[in-house]
């Protein structure tokens, strides 16, 4: 299937209401096959292994200021195509954008490497019909509330869930998706914005260097300690911000907000409020709370990129405050 190239065009769907969809908008079935977890461990475990060696290199001064200036533009760039593209629009739909915007929010979050568009948005609408409870792909509360069990709970909301064998299905979690031609054509070809994610930072870090060292280093910072980096702060929000944080609103899960976890994973990590309130294009909306994935949507906006930005609305944040709530009758 050929890419549509006007992508300031309205989106061509790929299937009508009464159209059959598609089996699956991914290369591969429902069920995950050898082959894909050999490639999923391995892109799990060389990050991890390059966190471990990450400070003797920097230590002994394997990392300048091209990679960094590599590195930081590139983490930034695919969490946002996660956290507002993959999360806040395709899975919750909270603004709509233009065609580039959408296309283009789909590539970054593709090159982040954490799956195609269409299997990440079913397996987190699951989620959220689920959420904590049986169903739910990543609670770190499956095992239980004892220490050996929330322990288990929590390796496997953070990284264990992503070996299960059978897949979220994606015709009844991600139907709308399925429908569009732009979306499907990206996620059957994951893997070429996988490998341009990984080429990009030795490819700059050569040229602007113009020696192989450079890109050697670029691609130790810039691809595999900034895809380790990114991986983990995002499974994060599974597992940590649903055993820990502060939770002032009301939801009918364990999510919590922890700050410290708010500016690398793009104010993600105002958890509280976005299972109180999942298609609020804002989670961070208390005082001093940091969200620069809201920010993002916010300068869209201004652009005239986005339209119907669902915005948080003061009395309905007020009423899911947990301190606000009215005490049950006697």
């Avoid at 892109?43 to 002994?60: E, K, N, R, Y």
């Avoid at 059957?188 to 060292?213: D, E, H, K, Y």
């Amino acid at each position: 299937m050929p890419i549509p190239f006007d992508i300031w065009s309205p989106p061509v769907s790929l299937a009508t209401e009464t159209d059959d969809l598609p089996d699956t908008a991914t290369r591969g079935g429902e069920t995950q096959g050898w082959a894909e977890r050999i490639a999923l461990g391995l892109f799990i475990g060389l990050p991890l292994l390059a966190f471990v060696v990450a400070i003797p290199v920097a230590w002994g001064g394997w990392l300048g200021w091209v990679d960094i200036a590599i590195a930081l533009p590139m983490y930034f760039l695919t969490l946002h195509g996660i956290t507002v593209g993959y999360h806040r629009l395709f899975t919750h739909k909270s603004f709509k954008p233009n065609r580039a915007v959408k296309i283009s929010l789909a590539v970054l979050g593709s090159m982040a490497i954490e799956g195609p568009v269409v299997r990440w948005v079913a397996d987190h609408r699951k989620h959220h019909k689920f959420s904590d409870r049986d169903g739910d792909p990543h609670s770190p509360w499956k095992y239980g509330n004892s220490t050996r069990g929330l322990v288990r709970g929590l390796w496997h909301a953070h990284v264990g869930w992503l070996f299960d064998a059978e897949q979220t299905p994606q015709r009844q979690y991600a139907p709308d998706l399925m429908k569009d031609r732009d979306l499907v054509w990206i996620s059957r070809n994951f893997w070429a914005f996988t490998l341009l994610s990984l080429a990009i930072p030795p490819v700059l870090g050569g040229l602007i260097t113009w020696s192989w060292q450079g890109a050697a280093t670029a691609f130790f910072w810039g691809t595999i300690v900034r895809v380790g980096l990114l991986h983990h702060l995002t499974w994060s929000i599974n597992s940590i911000c649903h055993a820990v944080g502060d939770r002032p609103f009301v939801s009918r899960d364990r999510s919590g907000n922890v700050w410290w976890l708010a500016i690398p994973s793009g104010g993600e990590s105002w958890h509280n409020l976005h299972h109180a309130d999942p298609t609020s294009a804002r989670h961070g909306v208390l005082r001093g709370q940091i969200d620069s994935s809201a920010r993002t949507i916010w300068v869209l906006e201004k652009l005239g990129w986005v339209t119907d930005v669902r915005w948080p609305v003061k009395d309905r944040i007020e009423g899911k405050l947990v301190k606000n709530q009215q005490p049950a009758a006697a």
